[in-house]
């Protein structure tokens, strides 16, 4: 049974889940073009952390971190294993839900173009395209999605 939970990006299985994550994103882009957080910025106050695990083995990660009135959805990803089996979309539940508890009216968030099934997973899920937020600086790469809770 899929169990999402809070989690520690300091746990060796999810750190290293996390460092696939930052390989792969390091690939695609270039450094100027990369915004995912280091595995101690993800242990800061104010970020959220969540795994989606089967029984001892985790097959993905989402995180948010507070703003004023919304929360920016960051380290979503899965495992190869993972893929296809409803496991990003069950952690974006989790995100959102505990979002609303605690009084947050959306998620806002970063991706790329060239991800195509992480567009789609949004999209399927309520997010909507929007503007720069933030501290992102405009690029060639970058898609803003954002959902009202």
């Not at 995100?95 to 992480?118: M, N, P, R, V």
């Amino acid at each position: 049974m899929l169990i999402i939970e809070p989690g520690d990006p300091r746990d060796p299985q999810v750190t290293a889940l996390l460092q696939s994550s930052h390989n792969l994103m390091t690939t695609l882009f270039s450094p100027e073009e990369n915004y995912f957080l280091s595995i101690d910025a993800l242990c800061e106050p104010g970020v959220h952390f969540f795994v989606a695990r089967e029984g001892d083995l985790v097959f993905g990660t989402g995180a948010m971190t507070e703003k004023d009135t919304y929360a920016e959805v960051k380290s979503m990803f899965t495992s190869n294993e993972a893929r296809g089996k409803g496991v990003a979309a069950a952690i974006l539940r989790a995100l959102e839900d505990h979002a609303q508890s605690i009084g947050l009216s959306a998620l806002k968030l970063e991706t790329a173009e060239a991800l195509d099934a992480a567009i789609r997973l949004y999209e399927r899920n309520g997010f909507i395209r929007c503007g720069l937020f933030g501290d992102y600086s405009p690029n060639d790469t970058s898609v803003f999605m954002e959902k009202q809770l």
